[in-house]
């Protein structure tokens, strides 16, 4: 298993284009997630989401949008990009079966000029 | 909804030295409390967690957590560093009743293990 994958690993945008963060699991897991880790802030959780089809605004979702067509994808787009989006940016996935201990990916480090 | 607090944002020790990372959290129902671990320029992997039982619980690389309900803490403990200890550690609370799989994470603690 890969368990969660993410693409790319570094992105450079400038301000107001737009982009998508890729994320992918196969373990099966019904709920993903979105964080972006700032430096001393922790992880803060942008987008969640329960199942396909389903998905919830998180703690800081303003200038993000998700899908969740399938199980397995969950990618989250910027709209259009500003300074304050610079960050890393975490998918994780995790199952009800493993009492919500999250599943994390390697991470997108994106700066916006 | 739930809070964690990491009461120490950086926490310096020499190699060999024991180490306890403080973590408080706050909940109006029962959670699920995690440590996940953070190795420079990678993602977050779980380091232990308490689910029930024995308040005591341990990872494969000599750390401990000890939950403690009536002071709501569950602080991280190693009894003697190694420099391969140097990471970010986080602190997590999951809520067991709303189950839709988020977690709550605290702001994380820097532990840099000197030689």
């Known amino acids: 298993n890969a368990g969660v994958t993410q693409t790319p690993k570094f992105q450079v945008l400038k301000t107001g284009q737009s982009m998508t963060l890729q994320c992918a699991q196969d373990?099966?897991?019904?709920?993903m997630s979105w964080y972006r880790q700032d430096p001393g802030m922790g992880l803060r959780l942008i987008h969640y989401?329960?199942?396909?089809?389903?998905?919830d605004q998180g703690e800081v979702p303003n200038g993000y949008n998700v899908s969740r067509s399938t199980t397995e994808d969950f990618p989250l787009r910027l709209l259009s990009a500003a300074p304050s989006q610079t960050s890393v940016y975490f998918c994780?996935?995790?199952?009800?079966?493993?009492?919500?201990?999250?599943?994390f990916g390697p991470g997108t480090r994106l700066t916006v000029l | 909804a739930q809070s964690v607090t990491q009461l120490d944002s950086q926490v310096p020790v020499f190699e060999e030295a024991p180490v306890e990372l403080r973590c408080n959290y706050s909940?109006?129902?029962?959670?699920?409390l995690f440590w996940y671990v953070q190795y420079p320029n990678q993602g977050l992997q779980l380091l232990l967690k308490?689910?029930?039982?024995?308040?005591l619980v341990e990872s494969i690389n000599g750390f401990e957590a000890e939950f403690n309900k009536s002071q709501t803490s569950f602080h991280l403990r190693k009894p003697s560093v190694h420099i391969s200890d140097t990471a970010e550690y986080f602190c997590a609370v999951s809520d067991l009743t709303t189950n839709a799989g988020k977690s709550t994470f605290g702001d994380g603690t820097t532990l840099t293990v000197k030689p």
């Open positions: 994780a996935s995790t199952t009800g079966f493993s009492y919500n201990e999250q599943f």
């Open positions: 909940s109006s129902v029962s959670v699920y």
């Open positions: 373990m099966n897991h019904e709920y």
């Open positions: 308490y689910l029930s039982g024995s308040t």
């Open positions: 989401s329960v199942g396909a089809g389903i998905t």
